[in-house]
């Protein structure tokens, strides 16, 4: 049987502007979030992820105007993340148009507020972000704050406890990995995509077509959520899917 | 035309609005009685969980308004749970009663839950045809194996067959995906997030309106 996958254009971004960085740091402006999140669409990505990439850091999301925007011209789901920390918060980003919303730091200092926020809005709008750094052999580290603060959290435990609270979706970044183009850490995807019964969309490496394929083959992830390949012209998007539906194993939306 | 969206503090309305206006249409948010009664079609969306959804359109006393504008047989689309409310009732966290417009009940996606089938179903899928012609409905022209944005753990078991305009598979499962019963429609997917294909189902819901 095939395996399926969605595709999702990640876009962080910081006052007004789409960023990347390296490891969730060293940021540089790639684009305007409204434009780049309008050519994905167009380009036939399954979805958007937007993340205000300091606001977990000065504790605001300022992204509504954006969301917006987005969501009177791009139809296809919408995730907003980045410094939710208050039912409110949520609330705001549905209410400007999000679909669902990525809930990593608050989640780590009040679990509870995931089980709350669940039980409000539904599972199916609230998506568990881990930001997983490796400490070694088979263990990682849960960090918060946009990748800036350890925890001592081990990301397979955190993934089962997040399930346990409600989330209706795991969205995985991998920090070692993120930024570099140089694959997906395989091994962190596959232990942690069989450990829950949630869909799970993976974050963090992908430079190229084959790694966005070798970790759909190698692992049970349900969606790829991709970045600089695409702010830096490595592939458009409709290559990307094209090629990747010319696997025998893999199927994306055409 | 008047195309209203029941607006009763539930789900992601602004989408629908959108995809609507990208159509050429402005629709009305409104949950009063007399506008919707008026309206040419009524969309009924809806996220989250079926009680809650019951228990808001209760206390906007929208149950027998969508029940009486369902008797004037002017169109209705349901989406998502929307589509769900439709039904006699549902079994998420005990059985609470719907509209009662389509005979059936909502029941948990019948698979065991594991890494290897997981749930939420959150793909997009293909809608296969069942005994209906899509002809003049909403799926009018709709290619076949056209895929559409689902999100949802429970779906909907019709009592008539016949009502099933389109099925879709989840691994061994094949479920109802969209529902007709004379001018009422509903579809399991977002029509709304489903990009150009499901705005041509919007488009199509319109033509039915005029």
Not at chain 1, 37 to 52: F, P, S, T, V
Not at chain 1, 127 to 142: F, L, M, R, T
Not at chain 2, 158 to 170: C, I, Q
Request: glycine residues 8%.
């Amino acid at each position: 049987m095939k395996r399926k996958s969605r595709i999702i254009a990640r876009l962080d971004i910081k006052n007004n502007h789409v960023i990347k960085g390296i490891h969730l740091e060293g940021l540089r402006k790639v684009g305007d979030p409204n434009e780049l999140a309008r050519k994905y669409y167009n380009e036939g990505a399954d979805e958007i992820i937007l993340m205000d990439a300091v606001a977990a850091y000065y504790d605001r999301n300022n992204l509504s105007e954006i969301v917006k925007q987005a969501c009177s011209d791009i139809f296809i789901p919408i995730t907003v993340g980045g410094g939710i920390r208050k039912i409110q918060d949520i609330q705001t980003a549905l209410n400007s148009g999000a679909d669902k919303v990525a809930i990593n730091t608050q989640a780590v200092h009040n679990s509870n507020f995931i089980r709350e926020a669940s039980q409000i809005f539904g599972s199916q709008c609230i998506v568990g972000s881990i930001e997983a750094k490796k400490v070694s052999d088979n263990n990682w580290e849960v960090y918060i704050d946009n990748g800036r603060e350890p925890t001592g959290i081990n990301v397979k435990e955190w993934a089962i406890e997040l399930e346990n609270l409600g989330v209706g979706e795991i969205m995985i970044t991998s920090i070692d990995n993120e930024g570099t183009k140089k694959g997906f850490d395989l091994e962190l995807n596959k232990i942690i995509s069989e450990s829950i019964s949630v869909p799970i969309i993976s974050s963090g490496g992908a430079g190229n077509i084959s790694h966005i394929s070798d970790l759909i083959i190698a692992s049970n992830i349900d969606a790829v959520a991709i970045a600089s390949i695409l702010h830096y012209n490595i592939e458009e998007l409709s290559t990307i899917k094209k090629k990747l539906n010319e696997y025998q194993d893999i199927h994306v939306r055409l | 035309m008047k195309i209203v969206i029941v607006d009763y503090d539930i789900g992601n309305v602004r989408s629908i609005y959108s995809a609507f206006k990208n159509q050429g249409i402005e629709p009305i948010l409104s949950n009063d009685s007399e506008v919707i009664l008026n309206a040419d079609g009524i969309v009924l969306p809806g996220v989250g969980a079926y009680s809650h959804a019951m228990k808001n359109l209760k206390k906007y006393n929208l149950i027998n308004i969508l029940k009486n504008y369902a008797k004037t047989e002017k169109p209705i689309l349901g989406i998502c749970l929307g589509m769900q409310l439709l039904l006699e009732e549902s079994e998420e966290f005990g059985i609470t009663e719907g509209l009662g417009l389509i005979k059936g009940r909502v029941v948990k996606m019948p698979i065991a839950n594991t890494f290897q089938t997981k749930l939420p179903n959150i793909n997009w899928s293909a809608l296969k045809p069942n005994f209906l012609k899509w002809d003049k409905t909403i799926l009018n022209n709709i290619s076949l194996n056209s895929e559409m944005y689902f999100i949802h753990s429970y779906v909907a078991k019709l009592d008539n067959e016949n009502e099933v305009l389109s099925v879709t598979d989840f691994h061994n499962v094949t479920f109802c995906s969209a529902l007709k019963k004379g001018n009422i429609y509903g579809c399991q997917f977002h029509p709304e997030k489903s990009s150009q294909i499901g705005l041509k189902i919007i488009k199509n819901f319109i033509k039915i309106c005029r």
